[in-house]
């Protein structure tokens, strides 16, 4: 069974403080990762798809790297709008269409 | 631009009251379809899916049904409500198979007491 573990579960920064979020997943044949931003009572956002080791994806402060164990989110000098939860999924060889998602970091950048 | 709309936003009801969420799409044809859970402590846990009209598969055994009546329409269902079926309702689409790029809807937040 695929598994995603995501840590921190809360981190509090303080704007323009650099950090990284953590991904660690179990599949079976990963077939992507994919970061999501999640704003509190809304749909999550997509963010990144990565499908192989050393592959780098970014987008204005964040950026996602990925290893055959794990993932990092990095955010460089984060402003307060950043604050939200990010999550993680995984899909594996075994699925064409489910993605097994961690329970998320809850970022929260303090101006 | 393609566009998703999920309601009610907000409801609560009954244990063993019945359940209907409604889901659609615009600007986009033939899409995958998705309804999530997302409960408090654990993450996103895909339902159903549904590659076509009148396809569905399940996910997860439970007292839940979906239907898609039309391309773009996805409907969660119950016939009696558990107290476990409070949660954070999502439905998401995407386009082609195999992809783990979702746009997902507004969601609809359910609490039975």
């Known amino acids: 069974e695929d598994q995603v573990t995501q840590s921190p579960e809360a981190l509090r920064l303080q704007e323009g403080e650099s950090s990284s979020l953590n991904c660690s997943y179990t599949?079976?044949?990963?077939?992507?990762l994919f970061w999501y931003r999640q704003d509190p009572g809304k749909g999550p956002e997509f963010l990144f798809t990565?499908?192989?080791a050393g592959e780098e994806k970014e987008k204005e402060r964040l950026k996602a790297t990925l290893t055959k164990k794990e993932s990092f989110l990095h955010i460089t000098a984060p402003k307060p709008e950043d604050s939200a939860t990010y999550l993680c999924a995984v899909r594996s060889g075994g699925s064409n269409y489910k993605l097994t998602f961690g329970k998320g970091t809850l970022l929260t950048v303090n101006p | 631009s393609q566009t998703i709309h999920q309601w009610p936003a907000t409801l609560v009801q009954p244990v063993g009251s019945p359940l209907s969420l409604e889901c659609t799409v615009e600007g986009t044809s033939n899409p995958n379809l998705y309804w999530y859970r997302q409960a408090a402590g654990r993450g996103l846990q895909l339902l159903f899916y549904?590659?076509?009209?009148?396809?569905i598969s399940s996910e997860v055994p439970q007292n839940l049904s979906a239907s898609r009546p039309q391309d773009r329409q996805f409907i969660l269902s119950s016939k009696k409500l558990l107290l476990s079926d409070s949660g954070f309702y999502l439905c998401?689409?995407?386009?082609?198979?195999?992809?783990?790029?979702?746009?997902f809807g507004e969601g609809s937040r359910l609490t039975v007491l």
């Open positions: 599949v079976s044949g990963l077939r992507g």
């Open positions: 549904s590659v076509g009209i009148g396809q």
């Open positions: 998401a689409w995407s386009v082609g198979q195999s992809t783990g790029e979702l746009f």
């Open positions: 990565l499908y192989s």
